[in-house]
């Protein structure tokens, strides 16, 4: 995956020191190491007793903890900001104290960016690094100040100390939804969330005030849950499968589906849909009909064709100027670059050879990947045989859009009743974990009829790689969907969980001194 340049203006300033660094250094014979960068007035840090002097410099590090007290490409600045993966932005300050001082406490006040926790590393002689972390905090509301605190014993003269935004060391939102507690994360505690709706088709047929109660309660709690994103994963209706029938019953579950997600569009919740094999039409043999993938689609286009969306702030594109079975979205939330890439029921190779495409023209956008069927509910991915009303795309999408594109880190999915997540590690030749998940409610049941009206809401937090994944149904006011399974698969770990998930392409860190 080619990597992006995300460094901006002040990563810019630290290669241009560097250059001339190593242009001075050339004229005057002396070591090749790039010049470090003139100090700043230390600003952020305060000691009692009261240092002598300070001063700073801003750089960056391939490192989260640095091996060395000098990195050699800094710059005269009291912050620094970065969004690529893997590399921490710090300042660095020297502190000049009374000789004989046995003790000093070291006071630093900041920032980062969203709920990014910051950590104070003092450099050891004894040891030659900066060791453990001697304080670590993350804000109490996004973006606010961080304060950090330590003390150092039997020091004197020069101390160097060094704050960095390095991966989350507070394990608190991790550790707090571990078990669960019948109730979302604490929004003060994550960056966003996506809420993921499937299988939607029975309340469009038969009770679609389900269907709505599930969008609006979106529009109602997307500020305070801070929902910047929903995903619907196909099937919006039912009754759009079988040829040479009337399409009365489909326009009329389509329209339902229709109302039902403009709610989201009147509140300006950015969304998109994909069709599901509910949505489109098959042969007698129930195959697709050959060649004429976009006839298949046309009712579906219609009501959820691009025509809808490519006004939208947020569009990317579709398959086709006329077809909306595929299509991408782009949304920054939280400082980060995000592409929610739909890929439709059963694709034929044009689709799977049109998303890589898209995925090879964004490798600065961290992708979430959406598909009709993608895994079984015991996690399995099948090979497709394209044309198949019964195959699944998992297996496809797995190697040739997950596997190789280092940004994908989610997929999403519905079609087969039931849930499943599976967390791969280690995927291709990288350390990155990618997370998939199934949720799938379409035959759960409230007093007999399919209209729980259960969807997920996937909560992020950034820094911390974590994600913390809530069942819900706003119509029943219902956390424990494991009691509406008429086949009793599943306990309450099942429907809400954490877990880690790796983001390796847009991550924003930032060390700011108040």
């Known amino acids: 995956m080619q990597r992006p340049s995300t460094f901006g203006s002040l990563a810019l300033t630290c290669v241009l020191l560097a250059f001339a660094g190593a242009d ?131 020091r004197s003269g020069t101390v160097d100390v060094l704050v960095i935004d390095g991966p989350r060391v507070d394990r608190s939102f991790a550790q707090t939804n571990a078990t669960p507690d019948r109730a979302f994360a604490d929004p003060s505690t994550y960056d966003f969330s996506l809420q993921h709706i499937t299988d939607t088709q029975y309340i469009s047929r038969d009770d679609p005030g389900v269907y709505s109660d599930m969008t609006q309660w979106t529009a109602d709690n997307a500020d305070e849950l801070k929902i910047d994103y929903s995903m619907h994963t196909g099937d919006l209706i039912q009754s759009w499968i079988s040829p040479g029938r009337p399409d009365t019953q489909a326009r009329k579950e389509f329209e339902a589906a229709s109302e039902s997600m403009s709610i989201l569009e009147d509140a300006g919740i950015a969304h998109g849909v994909l069709p599901g094999n509910h949505d489109n039409i098959w042969n007698t043999a129930g195959k697709l009909v050959p060649g004429e993938h976009e006839k298949n689609h046309a009712l579906y286009n219609e009501y959820f064709g691009p025509q809808r969306y490519r006004d939208q702030p947020y569009w990317g594109g579709s398959f086709t100027d006329q077809d909306n079975s595929a299509h991408y979205d782009l949304v920054d939330i939280a400082g980060a670059k995000f592409l929610m890439l739909y890929i439709g029921y059963n694709p034929p190779e044009k689709v799977m ?85 199934l949720a799938d409610y379409q035959y759960f049941e409230v007093d007999g009829e399919r209209s729980t009206g259960f969807q997920r809401l996937l909560q992020f937090d950034v820094d911390g790689g974590t994600m913390a994944v809530t069942t819900h149904s706003p119509t029943l006011d219902a956390y424990d969907v494991e009691s509406y399974d008429l086949k009793n698969r599943y306990g309450p770990e099942d429907g809400e969980f954490v877990t880690d998930f790796t983001l390796r392409a847009d991550v924003p860190r930032a060390v700011i001194a108040d």
């Open 24 to 154: 001075a250094a050339a004229e005057g014979g002396d070591s090749p190491t790039p010049r470090l960068a003139a100090a700043v007035p230390g600003v952020g840090l305060t000691t009692v007793p009261a240092a002598i002097t300070t001063s700073m410099v801003a750089g960056v590090s391939d490192r989260s903890v640095p091996t060395t007290r000098e990195f050699g490409v800094e710059s005269s600045s009291t912050e620094m900001r970065t969004s690529e993966w893997d590399v921490y932005p710090y300042l660095r300050y020297t502190v000049n104290l009374t000789p004989g001082t046995d003790t000093t406490n070291i006071r630093w006040a900041g920032r980062s960016v969203n709920n990014n926790d910051l950590a104070l590393h003092v450099w050891d002689e004894s040891t030659d690094s900066w060791g453990s972390a001697l304080a670590a905090a993350k804000p109490e509301t996004p973006g606010s100040t961080i304060e950090l605190n330590a003390e150092i014993s039997n």
């Open 353 to 437: 050879q049109w998303a890589e495409r898209v995925l090879d023209e964004h490798p600065d956008r961290n992708v979430v990947i959406g598909t009709h069927y993608y895994m079984e509910d015991d996690g399995e991915k099948k090979l497709m045989g394209f044309g198949d009303i019964g195959s699944s795309s998992g297996q496809q999408i797995w190697n040739r859009l997950v596997v190789p594109h280092e940004s994908v880190f989610l997929v999403l999915s519905g079609h087969v009743d039931g849930q499943a997540a599976v967390v791969d590690e280690n995927v291709g030749d990288t350390d990155r974990t990618v997370v998939q998940l």
